[in-house]
């Protein structure tokens, strides 16, 4: 089936590191990606997505490119703020279905 | 413009008691669905609704229903109420079912715990 599994948790850094969650998945077909946030107290907001092999999506400095010949599918970003503090997940979407399939999520802390 | 609304956004309850949940999609979106996310981990899906119809079903129990309103609104009803119900409940929508690269935007669920 669809899955979808990210690097375990929690990650711990200084704000300005640079940071990457590591996300992997199977799909039976061809699937969108999607990174989505968690702030404590509230729902998922979509950071971001690419739709098709070597798209890169970006947002608020936050990077993650599809790669197909590795199923990866890998957030970045050059320098972190406490702001960032947060819960991530990573999603897949295939055509025609109706559902996300999530990873477990990565607690992520920027300490000061 | 208002994103997606739930509510209410805490309630507790009883093991057997039934429970009913609200959601109103942003403006336009006729797509709306459901998941639940346990502590510590990710959203897992429940249903979608597109136009008032079930499009999609997730592995729950029967004890899990919904419906969808000509206005597009949801509800999400749980019966006979278990202590692994307890969970963060997320309603999700968009403008339509079938475009995977349609976006789900998500409200900001209602926490449910039970007794």
């Known amino acids: 089936g669809d899955s979808v599994t990210q690097m375990e948790g929690p990650v711990t850094l200084s704000e300005e590191a640079f940071l990457t969650i590591n996300c992997t998945y199977t799909?039976?077909?061809?699937?969108?990606l999607f990174w989505y946030v968690q702030y404590p107290g509230e729902g998922l907001q979509l950071l971001l997505k690419?739709?098709?092999?070597?798209d890169k999506g970006s947002n608020k400095g936050f990077e993650a490119t599809y790669r197909k010949e590795t199923t990866s599918f890998h957030l970045e970003k050059g320098s972190v703020q406490v702001s960032d503090s947060a819960v991530y997940f990573c999603?897949?979407?295939?055509?025609?279905?109706?559902?996300?399939?999530f990873g477990q999520g990565t607690r992520l802390t920027i300490n000061p | 413009d208002a994103g997606v609304t739930q509510s209410p956004t805490h309630l507790i309850k009883t093991r057997g008691q039934q429970v009913t949940l609200r959601c109103s999609p942003i403006?336009?979106?006729?797509?709306v669905s459901w998941y639940q996310q346990v502590l510590g981990q990710g959203p897992q899906f429940i249903f979608q609704y597109y136009e008032k119809e079930e499009r999609g079903r997730g592995n729950f129990p029967d004890r899990f229903s919904a419906r969808q309103f000509p206005n597009y609104s949801s509800e999400l009803n749980v019966n006979a109420l278990l202590l692994g119900d307890s969970a963060l409940y997320l309603c999700?929508?968009?403008?339509?079912?079938?475009?995977?690269?349609?976006?789900?935007?998500f409200g900001d669920g209602t926490r449910l715990s039970i007794l």
């Open positions: 690419a739709t098709k092999a070597d």
């Open positions: 999700a929508s968009s403008l339509d079912t079938s475009n995977s690269n349609q976006p789900q935007h």
């Open positions: 799909a039976t077909g061809y699937p969108s």
């Open positions: 999603a897949l979407k295939i055509q025609g279905a109706q559902k996300l399939v």
């Open positions: 403006s336009g979106h006729k797509s």
